[in-house]
Each structure stands twice: as structure tokens, then as C-alpha cells.
Nanobody
Framework: QVQPAESGGGSVQVGESLKLSCTHASTDYTMGWFRQTPGKEREFVAAIIWNAQRTQYADSVKGRFTISRDNAESTIYLQMSNLKPEDTAMYYC?????????????????????WGQGTQVTVSS
């Protein structure tokens, strides 16, 4: 099985936007985006169920980030707008293996598998 691969990160200024992509994503499970900074635990950012009919966001990104998926391309996206310095982190996508064709979203990182290498997002003021 091919591991997901994140891309699209970069260095931006406060208030700017970035769109992250997660290729080789599963089309049959809930997929999530997470982020981590050095010395801190990985935290939930957003997730989307297999048919894109439901999404969930961390309070810190609600209204600024949008998760979407294109199952024809096996790709998950994270559109990030109005970026803040506290959004600086390594961003990862992963799959929840307990959600095959199931409408469920859990936010705990240990539930997820098939982590990619991550893509770095740096927001400067």
C-alpha cells in the first residue's frame, strides 16, 4: 500500500493562504489532517468522512480552514486562510481504519494510521 504524501506547505505572512494536498489517500475511510510542533503532541486539525458528506474542525481553525476530498484523484485537501503564527507546524494526513464506509469522525491521533512524512507550514508576522 502506498503511503499518503503531503505537499503544499511553505512560508507565508500572517493573513495569507495555503492549500495542502494529501495524495494517495484512501477513498473508503475517514481522513484527517493533524499538525505538530517540536516538543508538543500531535493535534487534530480537521477530518472528512469517506463520501465527504461530513467534516469536523478543531476550534482553533474553524472558519479559516476547509477540508475537502477528491476520491477520483485519491486526494485530500486542506485550504488554509487567514493564517496565524500559531498555525506554524508540520502538517500530516492520516486514515482512520475503523471507519470503512462509515459516517464517523474521531479526533484522537492514535486512532489514525498510514501517516505521511508531513509538510511544513511557517507563518511569520
Amino acid at each position: 500500500q502506498v503511503q499518503p504524501a503531503e505537499s503544499g506547505g511553505g512560508s507565508v505572512q500572517v493573513g495569507e493562504s495555503l492549500k495542502l494536498s494529501c495524495t494517495h489517500a484512501s477513498t473508503d475511510y475517514t481522513m484527517g489532517w493533524f499538525r505538530q510542533t517540536p516538543g508538543k503532541e500531535r493535534e487534530f486539525v480537521a477530518a472528512i468522512i469517506w463520501n465527504a458528506q461530513r467534516t469536523q474542525y478543531a476550534d482553533s481553525v474553524k472558519g479559516r480552514f476547509t477540508i475537502s476530498r477528491d476520491n477520483a484523484e485519491s486526494t485530500i485537501y486542506l485550504q488554509m486562510s487567514n493564517l496565524k503564527p500559531e498555525d506554524t507546524a508540520m502538517y500530516y494526513c492520516a486514515r482512520d481504519p475503523t471507519t470503512l464506509y462509515f459516517d464517523a469522525i474521531w479526533t484522537e491521533p492514535p486512532r489514525y494510521v498510514d501517516w505521511g512524512q508531513g509538510t511544513q507550514v511557517t507563518v511569520s508576522s
